[in-house]
């Protein structure tokens, strides 16, 4: 929660904030995301409007996760964009808009968490690679296929395993 209290209802007044806060939980998805409690770079400006105060500027996360080819850690810097106004409470709704869709203005001060959250998110990758050429993990065995070039199983049809005793040169006749 960050106090606005300052700005007032003057449209025009504004007040910049660069500071360092605790990453909040859920911030990623399955494979990637913001550790809760890491640091979070905000460099914001409060400006006091009409209807409200609009927040704009930047959100610097440390993205960490994993590789969803081959399971090594990823880990790289990202800048979010965050730009949301947050309406005073005493407006009233404008028609066809929903309550929960518009961020308000309580005691004086606004709730940047879910803004946050919306801004960092949808920039994660949905399936998170460590170089765009990773070739991951061998399907049958889970060796790391950049570990050994040119690595494969040879699989026999079932059908024909028995046939393939007969090319063996070991092979012993009784008969």
């Keep these: ?45 409060f400006e006091s409007v009409h209807e409200g105060i609009l927040v704009s500027g930047t959100a610097h ?26 309406f005073f409470e005493s407006l009233g709704l404008s028609d066809g808009e929903d309550d929960e869709e518009q961020r308000r203005v309580e005691h004086d001060s606004i709730d940047l968490e879910p803004v946050l959250r919306d801004a960092v998110v949808p920039l994660l990758p949905f399936q998170p690679v460590c170089r765009e050429d990773c070739e991951g993990l061998c399907s049958e065995c889970g060796v790391r296929l950049a570990d050994e070039p040119g690595h494969h199983h040879e699989v026999v049809d079932p059908r024909w395993a028995a046939l393939a005793d007969l090319a063996k040169p070991d092979r012993h006749d009784d008969e």
């Design 1 to 45: 929660m960050f106090d606005v209290k300052d700005l007032g209802r003057s449209p025009g007044s504004m007040r910049t904030l660069e500071e360092h806060v605790p990453a909040p939980g859920e911030l990623g998805v399955a494979l990637i995301g913001v550790r809760e409690g890491s640091p979070v770079d905000l460099d914001l400006t």
């Design 61 to 86: 996360v440390t993205v960490t996760g994993e590789c969803g080819r081959c399971l090594d850690p990823i880990e790289y810097g990202l800048d979010a964009e965050v730009q949301e106004l947050f």
